[in-house]
Structures are given as C-alpha cells and as structure tokens.
C-alpha cells in the first residue's frame, strides 16, 4: 500500500497554519500542537485547557493526528489508540520555531500550568 493509500492520512495536504485554528479564533493558548494527518487541521493537544484536535477528529471522524511540534515526528491513531511512524506529510511540519511553547506569545496567562489536563 502506498502512503497515499493509508485510511486517514493524506501526505499532500499542507497544515491549516502555525496554531491551533480554533485557539486563534477565540484568543485562547495552547500547551502542545497536533496536526489532522487527513485535512491538515491544526489543533491543540488533550493537555491543552481546549483540547480541540480531539474534538476535531470526534466531530469530523479523521482518526490521525501527528504532532505538530519540533523535533516529533510520530503519529497517534485515534481508532487503536496507539502511537506509530508515518508517511512524511506536506510541509511545514512543527509550528515555527520562534513560537513558544507553551503559545502562542502574549496570549499564555500567569499561573497556566493549573489549567492543564
């Protein structure tokens, strides 16, 4: 099976932006950054206060997301519930480097490490 064939994951399609889409539309933050590996959704993780990529794949059914975040490579499969490696996806693939984590700047509150998950 070739890597466009994987149910779930499309390599071509580009990142939706450099944060979570429905963090920046609310003027929320985020801890972490996941991407859908099939529409290329940006959301935050489940530690996030929002927890949107999990939302964005109960709602829209995509079942994999990868992580957006420097350094990481890995994919997670809602459906098995396990972690494994990928097809390359279309770039960018992390949020840039100059974005804190947690993000994005000016937009994390004091005390945030107590609205975790």
Do not use: N
Not at 2 to 15: Q, R, T, Y
Not at 30 to 58: F, K
Not at 59 to 75: K, L, Q, Y
Not at 79 to 90: M, R, V, W
Request: aromatic share 8%.
């Amino acid at each position: 099976m070739s890597d466009a064939e994987v149910p779930g994951i499309d390599p071509s399609v580009p990142p939706s932006g450099a944060g979570c889409a429905e963090c920046d539309a609310a003027g929320g933050w985020w801890l972490h950054l996941r991407r859908c590996a099939q529409c290329g959704h940006i959301g935050c993780c489940d530690t996030s206060p929002s927890q949107h990529a999990t939302a964005h794949s109960a709602a829209t059914g995509h079942p994999i997301i990868r992580s957006f975040e420097p350094g990481e490579d890995w994919f997670w499969s809602y459906q098995t519930k396990e972690f494994y490696d990928g097809p390359p996806l279309a770039p960018p693939g992390h949020h840039p480097l100059d974005q804190p984590v947690p993000g994005p700047a000016g937009r994390v509150p004091r005390g945030w490490q107590s609205q975790l998950h």
